[in-house]
């Protein structure tokens, strides 16, 4: 489909990004980035019953320092806490009790799945190696996986099946500049990253757009940094409701290449606009409740019209962030307006999905799909920063 036109300030930041991308921007083959990332999985359940199989290759199943015979597609295990030993059984004989198991990939292409049982969880399929320890009563739960099969699962999970393969491009990058960042935020746990939205929402294997592993293939090793070759902060978000929001106001920290710049691109998208009704007694009553006095007020005294991307809400003397105004009443951003309907009621008028800073999923989406590349979508949302192989930034 040919590129809509768009408007000269967005070419101008586009045409200064590419150009110092392919001042450093050098491409490998995937094979020459070839590193595993350990992911801490179901980090926000206490497992102490799961059920694991082989869906696809072969395994060796190592117990403690035992090495139990070749496991292979159809096999099924059974793992229990007991005391502070894993008790490990398969369909026809119990095998002992052990404080560690591993499931350790023999192929290329093996597939292991897991399945919780208490709590009862729904069961994902996953690339590479899986590893159990006790936790006093509970599981860990590691997966050790190759690093762009993560981060190509993060992409389904994230920014869903259905996207444009230079979309699938962009976001490779943000996701895996954020792991390679991050690789040590969970070092305490034995693992690098967990698999819940605390760093990226990881759900097992990509399975439902073969195009989502070929773009991150394409784009192994890239990651972002700043003038400077230091790994910038890539974050990313549903919907920006056309204004990204700068790190600035959004957490208070400086970071230049996350600034507010206006989009024009995800205003079709389905999270661009939303409302919430509030009634009139609750939000005094949360006013209060901030030390604020309401006496001698009327309703349109609440009103916050058109205030575009702020960081307080204030009435009279009494200041309180947008971003504990969302927490608190559930909103779907903290981009909006505050307009009295009714003696009963009061409306909030939002934008956005998200916390509006960087990459917007929806916006990003839509330029992939009218005709730009991956380069050109970084550069939109990122300002001043550089497209590198990580092993030009990472230490030896």
């Known amino acids: 489909m040919p590129m809509q036109k768009p408007l000269n300030n967005i070419n101008e930041r586009l045409i ?92 290329h292409e093996s597939t292991f799945q897991l399945k919780s049982v208490s709590p009862i969880l729904a069961s994902a399929d996953y690339d590479g190696d899986l590893i159990l320890r006790t936790a006093g009563n509970y599981f860990q739960i590691v997966n050790d996986v190759d690093l762009e099969k993560y981060v190509a699962a993060v992409i389904e999970a994230e920014g869903g099946a259905n996207a444009h393969p230079e979309y699938y491009k962009a976001q490779a990058i943000l996701i895996r500049t954020y792991a390679i960042k991050n690789m040590y935020r969970h070092g305490a746990d034995n693992y690098n990253l967990c698999s819940s939205v605390h760093c990226q929402a990881y759900k097992g294997k990509s399975l439902l757009n073969r195009q989502i592993y070929e773009a991150t293939l394409q784009t192994s ?59 009139l007694d609750k939000w005094t009553g949360y006013l209060r409740s901030k030390g604020a006095s309401i006496s001698g007020t009327y309703p349109g005294d609440y009103a916050l019209e058109n205030p575009g991307r702020v960081k307080l809400y204030t009435f009279k003397k009494t200041s309180i962030p947008m971003r504990k105004i ?71």
């Open 326 to 396: 969302r927490d608190d009443f559930d909103l779907k951003s903290a981009f909006f307006q505050i307009i009295y309907d009714n003696e009963n009621h009061i409306v909030f008028k939002g934008r956005g999905f998200g916390h509006g800073v960087g990459l917007c999923q929806e916006g990003a989406m839509e330029m992939a799909r009218v005709g730009y590349t991956y380069p050109d979508i970084i550069h939109f949302y990122f300002q001043n920063v550089l497209v590198v192989n990580y092993h030009e930034v990472m230490p030896q």
């Open 16 to 107: 200064l990004g590419i150009s110092l991308q392919f001042l450093l921007l050098t491409m490998h083959s995937a094979k020459d980035y070839a590193q595993d990332i350990r992911i801490g999985l179901y980090p926000d359940y206490h497992i102490s019953s799961l059920v694991f199989s082989v869906v696809q290759g072969t395994f060796d199943l190592i117990a403690d320092d035992a090495c139990l015979p070749e496991i292979q597609p159809g096999d099924i295990f059974f793992a229990t806490i007991d005391g502070n030993k894993i008790h490990l059984s398969s369909r026809i004989k119990k095998i002992g009790y052990f404080s560690k198991i591993e499931v350790r990939h023999t192929g």
């Open 221 to 279: 090793g890239m990651v972002l940094t700043d003038m400077s070759g230091k790994l910038i902060t890539t974050p990313y978000h549903s919907n920006c409701g056309g204004l990204t929001c700068s790190a600035e106001i959004a957490w208070q920290t400086n970071h230049p290449c996350l600034v507010s710049i206006r989009d024009p691109f995800c205003a079709s998208g389905k999270n661009h606009s939303w409302s919430e009704q509030i009634p």
